[in-house]
Structures are given as structure tokens and as C-alpha cells.
Nanobody, 124 residues
């Protein structure tokens, strides 16, 4: 099982990034896929998740209601995405993708598989 996250980097405030996470070694079609992030010195937090089909998405407290982050998935490509716009310095973190066999998973302990993380730095 492997989750390979990519797409992170250095971006200026107000900029955009799209993270990708390629899954292999399991059938991603039957897993909730999520993104978490961990800022330096802080605990890992839930960002967003998408249901098996992608029809339902869930946002964490840090991004809910802002409309800046959008999670999506392409099951044919076994890939999940996190589109981020209007980025702020407080979005700086390592972003992790994860897979859960539980419906509507938002807690870390509900996730079965984790990727290695990709660094996002928002700074001028």
C-alpha cells in the first residue's frame, strides 16, 4: 500500500496550489480519502475528506466555510486532489493524504493508510 503525495512547494500569500495523492496497492474506490495537515510544533489536523464516489465532501474546522480548499478524486486514476486557493501564511504545514475504510472519516484514528506528506509553505 502506498500513498504518494506531491504538489507542495513555496507560494506567496494569495497564491494557489493543487496537491495530488496517488494511491496504489489497494482499491481506492472503496475508501474515504482525506487530507490532514501538521504545522510546525502543532498537532495534525483534519482538512477535508471525500466519500468513495466523490459526491460527498467534508471540511475540517480550519477550512470549513471559507471556500478556499476543495477536495476531489479521480477513481480511474486512483488519485485524490486538494485544490487550495487564496493561501495564507497560516496554511503553512506538511499536508498528508490518507485512506479510511470508514464512512465519513474525519478523525486520524479512523484512517488506515497514510502518505509521507508534502510541504506547503506560504510566505512572501
Amino acid at each position: 500500500v502506498q500513498l504518494q503525495a506531491s504538489g507542495g512547494g513555496l507560494v506567496q500569500p494569495g497564491g494557489s496550489l493543487t496537491l495530488s495523492c496517488a494511491a496504489s496497492g489497494f482499491n481506492m474506490n472503496t475508501y474515504t480519502m482525506g487530507w490532514f495537515r501538521q504545522a510546525p510544533g502543532k498537532e495534525r489536523k483534519f482538512v477535508a475528506a471525500t466519500s468513495w464516489t466523490g459526491r460527498r465532501t467534508y471540511g475540517g474546522d480550519s477550512v470549513k466555510g471559507q471556500g478556499r480548499f476543495t477536495i476531489s478524486r479521480d477513481n480511474a486514476k486512483s488519485t485524490v486532489y486538494l485544490q487550495m486557493i487564496s493561501l495564507k501564511p497560516e496554511d503553512t504545514a506538511v499536508y498528508y493524504c490518507a485512506a479510511s475504510s470508514t464512512y465519513r472519516s474525519t478523525a486520524m484514528d479512523e484512517y488506515d493508510y497514510w502518505g509521507q506528506g508534502t510541504q506547503v509553505t506560504v510566505s512572501s
